[in-house]
């Protein structure tokens, strides 16, 4: 066999190869332990996945909310730019989420015209304060007062809700504006992770590991492999001959 006439073989072969579609190997679930860093599948979803993303809330004050001076008090968030799971409670005003993990947390609230007063923002997790900002605003409108953290949450009974204070004296209004008084929350993941957030997303996909190879590939490997085992056959026999030529 000619040269050419292999090197256009194997580069049909090649051409073919780039052609054929994989066909996905199709197995059961499977649990995978996001404490395993070193964890490196070919992983991806098939079927109806209503979001796609991780947990994640954005939540606004629909109309503005009276805060008495000199004590805390829960900001009723009612309105919602977007909450991809339901976790937010418009009734009870928390958050709830559903799947265990750290979250990163960041509360604004944002008052008119507070006059030289002390001004807090607070994030209580299940009734408890896990984090509280103070602020010293001076006499202009539209301040906020601001607070961030990163909270573990269960993903079942753990919560989280948002709370104010202001010591002006009077009562003051928080801003019914989604720009000025919000809060938003979104789950914090490493990669291994995000594959079991992707089974969690979606309760009735199908979870594939791509292990396939197509037929132009198996075809080209074994074309390969018996040119190797040819051309290794070739040495060995001419190798042999010389040294049987030579003690002839």
């Known amino acids: 066999m000619k040269k050419k006439t292999i090197i256009l073989i194997i580069f049909l072969l090649f051409f073919v190869s780039s052609l054929t579609l ?7 679930p499977i649990v995978i332990d996001p404490v395993d860093q070193d ?3 070919s992983i991806y979803l098939a079927g109806d996945n209503e979001t796609g993303y991780g947990s994640t809330a954005r939540v606004y004050l629909l109309s503005g909310q009276s805060i008495w001076s000199g004590s805390w008090t829960k900001i009723t968030f009612s309105g919602e730019n977007w909450d991809n799971r ?3 409670d418009t009734t009870a005003f928390r958050f709830t989420p559903t799947t265990p993990g750290y979250y990163f947390v ?3 609230a944002g008052f008119s015209e507070i006059i030289e007063a002390r001004v807090n923002a607070a994030i209580k997790k299940n009734g408890s304060w896990h984090a509280v900002s103070a602020n ?3 006499i202009v409108s539209n301040q906020q007062a601001v607070v961030s953290d990163i909270v573990y949450l269960n993903g079942s009974t753990d919560y989280i809700d948002f709370w104010t204070y202001q010591g002006s004296g009077s009562a003051k209004s928080l801003l019914s504006n989604f720009a000025y008084c919000y809060a938003s929350i979104h789950k914090l993941f490493s990669m ?3 594959y079991s957030q992707i089974i969690n997303t979606s309760t009735d996909a199908e979870f594939y590991i791509d292990k396939s190879i197509s037929y132009g590939d198996l075809i080209l490997i074994i074309l390969l492999s018996v040119i190797l085992l040819y051309i290794i056959f070739k040495g060995v026999a001419y190798f ?3 040294i049987f030529g030579h003690l002839k």
């Open 136 to 138: 010293y605003l001076e």
């Open 86 to 88: 339901g976790e937010y």
């Open 192 to 194: 291994p992770d995000i």
């Open 22 to 28: 994989a066909e996905d190997i199709v197995i059961d």
């Open 39 to 41: 964890l490196d599948l």
């Open 240 to 242: 042999v001959f010389n």
């Open 106 to 108: 960041y509360l604004q």
